[in-house]
């Protein structure tokens, strides 16, 4: 039992464990949390690494080779499966874990440059299940209040993108506090690259209130409130938690979600769902917050029963009792026995007390990692039934006992270089395109951008940056009417074009290749630069860096002719796939990276020439 592992974690990062902790069994078979014939079971999956899984974006033109290839018999060998309970047939597991599916190198390499290439996203089930509940529209207002580092935001973005042949009607704004954090959020979103997502950086529980076009506060129809927690419940991957894990790591953090979900609710729209979430298995952090959004909120907020929403996955209610520990393992059956040293960690509303069984807090969602062969996970789904005026009483008064708390907020740290924070936040200008640089870019692929839409990010020195975001109308308009609290973003929309260095005559800017997917169906009936190809042109295309303009057919080549060659969309209609080249009468340059060319390549079974 004590025999003792070098393990790596999430990270990659080596971790010495003997995967034991005596508070941490003895914890949890206090709490109740599974009977006790399964706890063994809980404690073997817990010692056990964490298969893989993941998720292809249905919006990407290659979505359909990909699944193809998934569903034709690939990565047998690494044990691919299908996730039957996700809605769109989309989400796949491995039975090996991030590190053992190193091993089969090409099944890897391939899956890789799919994740690179933003044609699938790697994510927990159990990390899936918060936004999966919320019935997200490309139509709602979506606010993720602690997105870093952006699975369930690209969630979202992938429910309001369902149509990819409409840009949505609705936003999603992805906020994270800590800077180091938001770095890898903004990351993951431009690999998306969707024309209806923001990133700010506010503390959660501070996120100010935005005006709508009427001037009022601006509520959501959605919120994800996935909150920092002590993350125990992903031990199977971090084997560190076994180290470090005590109940004081809990308590620490159940004022802090408390407050990040509180400010949820008051955002959150008449009748609007906000899903509360977190990777830990501890009550505290879990049933005991939303337990007492539902007292603050009484009459205006009720838990959404799940229960049946998707079969195939296990879970099991909520717990309406829990015990409350100290780090030294001491218990307290109420806050009177509470030391007055512990009294700003362990406040009154952590105790349980009877109301608890009212509260229907058995429509809560517990995931242990045995269940489902997963990480340990909590989600709970709230309805706003009436607006925040009915309750705001109950609620002043709940906050009375927080001023004893201390004053620093216990919150991901951030990184600091010299004496400056790091930061990714950058200022914007709006209206930035306008005159004829936008009248030849319009003019040119046939388009219709408003000026409005189009933004740039300036330089240190205040000079624009040589790349044009994009971004759909309610963004633009949340944009203009909170200038002064949003004055700077990590990302605002979609890149859109790049200040070519090509000395064309008719446009200075050429469109990103990884927005072509939600361009493409907002090209007008003309299609000025569309060239619709043959399969056989549009491999030898996609296989070479360049190509001379010998090597097509002569029907490409007269098609070329008469675009006056220049920046070119090649389309294939089998897969409604659009190509982008840069052509001349010499020569066809590919215009998409190296990683996606590598991608298509392999999907077409072609070989690349990179």
Known sequence: LDQVHIVLNSKGQYVT?????????????????????EFPEFLESCRQGLPSVFRVFLHKPEAKLILS???????????????????????????????EFKEEKECHDTVNTWRNAGSIYRQEQVSMVPVACLDIEPHHNVLDMCAAPGSKTIQVLEEMHKDPKKIPSGFVIANEVDQQRCSKLAGNLNLFNSPAVALTSFKGQNFPDLKDEKGEVLL???IVCDVPCSGDGTIRKNPNVWNLWNP?????????????????????????LMA?????INQIEN???????????????????????????????????????????REYTSYAQVPETLQSQMLPYMFPDERNRHLNLERCMRFLPHYNDDGGFFVAILRKTANNSQSSTKRSN??????????????????????????????????????????????YYGLDINTENVHHFAKEDGSPSKFLYYMNDSLTQVIKNNREALNEVGLLGAQLAKKTALKHPKTNYQLRSDAIWWLQHQL??????????????????????????????????????????????????????????????????LGITRVSQKSLCGLFNIACHS
Request: some cysteine; glycine content about 4%; charged content about 30%.
């Open 276 to 280: 509360y979430s977190s990777c830990s």
């Open 69 to 99: 290839k998934l569903k034709g018999g690939a990565f047998e060998t690494a044990g691919l499966s299908e996730v039957s309970w996700y809605p769109y047939k989309n989400t796949f597991r491995l039975k090996k874990t991030r590190w």
């Open 398 to 443: 709940a906050k009375l006992y927080e001023e004893t708390e201390p004053t620093t907020e216990i919150s991901r740290p951030v990184t600091t270089y010299a004496s400056e924070p790091f930061t990714i936040m950058k200022k914007f200008e709006l209206n930035s395109f306008a005159g004829s640089d936008l009248e030849d870019l319009n003019e």
């Open 287 to 329: 049933e005991c917050v939303v337990a007492q959004l539902l007292k603050e909120f009484e009459g205006s907020l009720e838990l959404v029963d799940m229960s049946h929403k998707f079969p195939g996955l296990r879970f099991e209610g909520g717990l309406a009792t829990w015990c409350v520990f100290d780090k030294e393992m």
């Open 220 to 222: 959501y129809d959605r």
């Open 524 to 589: 007008n009936s003309e299609k000025r630069r569309v060239v619709e190809v043959s399969r056989q042109d549009f491999d030898k295309v996609l296989s070479h860096r360049e190509i001379s303009t010998q090597e097509v057919s002569s029907e490409l080549r007269q098609a070329l002719i008469e675009k006056d060659f220049g920046l070119t969309l090649l389309y294939l209609e089998e897969y409604d796939m659009m190509l982008p080249i840069v052509s001349s009468a010499t020569s066809l340059q």
């Open 17 to 37: 464990t003997t995967k034991q902790n005596e508070n941490f069994e003895h914890f949890y078979k206090k709490q109740q949390i599974c009977s006790e014939n």
């Open 248 to 272: 004081a790591r809990g308590n620490h953090r159940s004022s802090l979600q408390l407050k990040i979900a509180r400010r949820g609710v008051e955002l959150l729209a008449q009748n609007g």
